[in-house]
């Protein structure tokens, strides 16, 4: 019903920037949340940041101050805005929408990687 498809991740060196997109298509839908996830080797899949349908915002503690997500509605696109990166933030970001009926539907991931 939903396609959520990421892409700008790629390589990146250390103190550089990047801005994730997530395209949704498909059936249209209402959202009670919008966020971005990411999952490193060996470790837990996190939430980075995320965006509840009246606008208010969120950051893991590890990313705040140094990105920021937002929407256009228009576009029907979800966009992560990373700046100074680090070699930690290195890991494959996934993009979720949780609708009103609490459906839940992920895209298939981006991978970033931060290095000199």
């Known amino acids: 019903q939903v396609q959520l498809v990421e892409s700008g991740g790629g390589l990146v060196e250390p103190g550089g920037s990047l801005r994730l997109s997530c395209a949704a298509s498909?059936?249209?839908?209402?959202?009670?949340?919008m966020g971005w996830y990411r999952q490193a080797p060996g470790k837990q899949r996190e939430l980075v940041a995320g965006?509840?349908?009246?606008?208010?915002?969120n950051y893991a503690d590890s990313v705040k101050g140094r990105s920021t997500i937002s929407r256009d509605s228009a576009k029907r696109t979800l966009y992560l805005q990373m700046n100074s990166l680090k070699p930690e933030d290195t890991a494959v970001y996934y993009c979720?929408?949780?609708?009103?009926?609490?459906?839940?539907?992920w895209g298939q991931g981006t991978q970033v990687t931060v290095s000199s």
């Open positions: 979720n929408v949780r609708t009103f009926w609490n459906i839940d539907y």
């Open positions: 498909g059936s249209s839908f209402s959202f009670y949340y």
């Open positions: 965006i509840t349908n009246g606008g208010n915002t």
